[in-house]
């Protein structure tokens, strides 16, 4: 084993000791440090081997995360997951088995009943408004906030 890839391998299991990461990630930590792209891909394949680093599991568990704390919809857990690298067909499996397992349904629920508490004295059309576009910028589907919100809330 050369000293770069030693050196590489190194600088990998640091960035790796903090946060499962994806493929794309890892790949642009080690070309921020300047090593060569033989290297890299030496690197991450013997990585990949050892399962150290996996896609499909790290885009799971990205997503569970993210569901789980920030109650975050489809729309911009699609966004966040490609910017990390993670392909088009991982994605979209991780969205339906992320979205089986908590209902898009309960996840709008459980996010306008923490907003609406702080919106209590609002006139109903404002507060319908707000809460509407919370939860667009949550990244959940126009149709599920119409469903629970209702189909006036659009007027402006």
């Known amino acids: 084993m050369t000293d770069e890839i030693k050196k590489a391998k190194d600088a ?13 990630e890892l790949i642009d930590k080690l070309k921020e440090k300047k090593f060569s792209d033989k290297t890299i891909e030496d690197v991450v394949q013997g990585l990949e081997e050892y399962n150290y680093i996996n896609d499909a599991d790290f885009a799971f568990n990205w997503a569970e995360s993210r569901v789980r704390t920030r109650r975050i919809g489809p729309i911009i857990l699609r966004s966040e997951l490609l910017k ?31 907003k609406a508490k702080m919106q209590k004295d609002m006139p109903e059309e404002k507060k319908k408004r707000r809460l509407y576009s919370f939860l667009a910028q949550r990244g959940f589907s126009y149709e599920i906030i119409n469903e629970i919100l209702g189909g006036d809330c659009l007027a402006v």
Do not use: M, P
């Not at 990390?84 to 629920?109: A, C, F, P, Q």
């Open 12 to 24: 990998a299991y640091r960035f790796l000791s903090y946060r499962q990461r994806s493929k794309k």
């Open 84 to 114: 990390k690298g993670i392909s088009k067909d991982i994605v979209d499996k991780t969205l339906k088995e992320i979205y089986n397992k908590y209902s898009e349904r309960s996840l709008v629920i459980d996010a306008l009943n923490s």
